[in-house]
């Protein structure tokens, strides 16, 4: 974990000095939805997302995610990636952002809330003009800790404006 955190860092630092760096241009927006699966509870989650190029090589993508399991949680964060392209249409990036995380004990209740800093990384490809895939793994640390830290795995589709 040490190595992939050292990596992820060393990513955010050098690529901004690339020139290749470019998924979206400065001021570009993209709606998506994405489903995936959180490790730590065994659950599946479905989630909305809003990614926007702040320069051209540096992205902010805010988002909630709703946990469908009996103890209901609900995630909202908001991630900073740095897209690295790989092909034409094809990106590679890193994901560092924060989270902050409703973790109930009973469905439908808001009765406690954790922090945390979300690690990853990520891709998307372009598969026509306006529509694009993206699949994602992160680590999403929570503070207290008495909350267990969430491992995702999720796919995403979105329409660029």
């Not at 990614?51 to 900073?80: A, H, M, R």
């Not at 994602?136 to 640390?141: D, N, P, V």
């Not at 929570?142 to 589709?157: D, E, T």
Request: glycine residues 12%; neutral net charge; contains cysteine.
């Amino acid at each position: 974990m040490k190595r992939l955190l050292l990596i992820l860092v060393a990513l955010v630092v050098i690529i901004p000095a690339s020139n290749t760096a470019s998924a979206q241009e400065q001021g570009d927006f993209r709606f998506g939805f994405r489903t995936g699966y959180y490790f730590c509870t065994n659950a599946y989650a479905l989630g909305v997302y809003g990614n926007y190029g702040i320069t051209d090589w540096l992205n902010i993508e805010p988002g909630i995610s709703y946990i469908c399991k009996q103890k209901s949680s609900v995630d909202v964060y908001c991630d900073f990636q740095v897209p690295l392209e790989i092909a034409a249409y094809w990106h590679l990036y890193p994901i560092v952002g924060v989270s902050i995380h409703d973790i109930s004990e009973n469905k439908g209740e808001i009765d406690g809330w954790a922090g945390g800093l979300n690690l990853g990384i990520g891709s998307s490809y372009n598969f026509s003009g306006k529509w694009g895939f993206s699949a994602q793994a992160k680590w999403m640390g929570r503070l207290p800790q008495k909350h267990s830290n969430a491992v995702i795995v999720s796919v995403g589709i979105d329409y660029n404006f």
